[in-house]
């Protein structure tokens, strides 16, 4: 199986359960291990072959610049399911990771994987 990955994707949203969180913006830190047969890509050399990781990205931080979403549990299903469905991804991991969110920690977060390795 192959591996087209995304790390570090920094996305600003609405992301929180305290009323504080609700009315500003957040970082999100996203990164993606999403599962594609590379084969037809590589030898064609054809990007339409391809799981187009910008793509991917530009749909990832639309969808979250538009939300106002509580936890980063939903976050991350959320986002899986949409992938999956509209990139026709048959497995991905996810990590959503929240900067700053816990003092003395860099960052606390999710990793959930979904679909068939």
């Given at each position: 199986m192959d591996i087209v990955f995304?790390?570090?994707l920094k996305v600003e949203t609405t992301i929180g359960a305290y009323d504080w969180e609700?009315?500003?913006?957040?970082?999100?830190l996203l990164d993606l291990d999403m599962a594609w047969d590379n084969t037809a890509?590589?030898?064609?050399?054809d990007l339409n072959k391809?799981?187009?990781?910008?793509s991917v990205s530009q749909r990832i931080t639309s969808w979250l610049e538009?939300?106002?979403?509580?936890?980063?549990?939903s976050v991350a299903e959320r986002l899986a399911q949409m992938l999956l469905v509209e990139f026709s991804i048959t497995w991905l991991r996810l990590t959503v990771t929240k900067p700053?969110?816990?003092?003395?920690?860099?960052g606390v977060g999710v990793t959930i994987e979904r679909g068939k390795r």
């Open positions: 995304i790390k570090q609700k009315t500003i913006k957040q970082t999100l890509p590589a030898l064609e050399d391809a799981l187009d990781y910008a538009q939300q106002k979403i509580e936890l980063i549990e700053d969110a816990v003092a003395n920690a860099a």
